[in-house]
Nanobody, 119 residues
Framework: QVQLVESGGGLVQAGGSLRLSCAAS????????MAWFRQAPEKEREFVAS????????YYADSVKGRFTISRDNAKNTVYLQMNSLKPEDTAVYYC????????????WGQGTQVTVSS
């Protein structure tokens, strides 16, 4: 069993920055593809970014490309999401997720952290 705990959410003005962290338990963290998703009120959960085991391969939703950066520190069992140039439409609950096998849906989810961007 893997537990994921997000932190770093909060209220920020448009144009500002936040850094989300996701701490994972378990010795197999370095073997997982890690990802961030988000869910805005009355909308479906959507993919934001993902990062492969070594950290050299990353993927982003078009809506955040160039503004968000995903990274990981396998020694600390932690994945990060640096969010810059935030927009009101980035307001959502952000979830950390762990993908055990490439091409499958995430097996483990965090509880989520609220990000609110004011205009």
């Amino acid at each position: 069993q893997v537990q994921l705990v997000e932190s770093g959410g909060g209220l920020v003005q448009a144009g500002g920055s936040l850094r989300l962290s996701c701490a994972a338990s378990g010795r197999t963290f370095s073997t997982y593809v890690m990802a961030w998703f988000r869910q805005a009120p009355e909308k479906e959960r959507e993919f934001v970014a993902s990062i492969y085991w070594s950290g050299t391969s990353t993927y982003y939703a078009d809506s955040v490309k160039g503004r968000f950066t995903i990274s990981r520190d396998n020694a600390k069992n932690t994945v990060y999401l640096q969010m810059n140039s935030l927009k009101p439409e980035d307001t959502a609950v952000y979830y950390c997720a762990a993908v055990v096998a490439v091409g499958t849906t995430p097996k483990y989810w965090g509880q989520g952290t609220q990000v609110t961007v004011s205009s």
